[in-house]
C-alpha cells in the first residue's frame, strides 16, 4: 500500500490496534462492531478514483482524483 495512505487519517468510527501474537495491525470498526486486517484508508482512495472515472465531467471528482493522488 503506498505511504501516503498510511498518512491520512482513519474513518471517523475507526480504530488502529496492534496484534503482539501475530505483528500485524488489525483495524476495528466501532460504528459495525467489527474488525479486519483491510486498512479502510485504502478503500477510501479505491473509491475515490471509482467515482472519478465514472463522472470525469465533475470539477468535484476531478479535485477527488487530485486529492487521492498527492495525499
Known amino acids: 500500500m503506498p505511504s501516503a495512505v498510511h498518512n491520512m487519517p482513519l474513518p471517523p468510527g475507526w480504530q488502529m490496534m496492534f496484534d503482539s501474537s501475530t505483528g500485524r495491525h488489525f ?3 466501532h460504528n459495525t462492531k467489527t474488525t479486519t486486517w483491510d486498512d479502510p ?3 477510501v482512495v479505491i473509491l475515490s478514483f471509482k467515482l472519478v472515472l465514472e ?6 471528482n476531478s479535485w477527488l482524483f487530485v486529492m487521492c493522488m498527492y495525499a
Request: cysteine-free; aromatic content about 16%; charged content about 35%.
Open 27 to 29: 483495524f476495528v470498526d
Open 41 to 43: 484508508r485504502a478503500y
Open 55 to 60: 463522472n470525469e465531467n465533475s470539477s468535484k
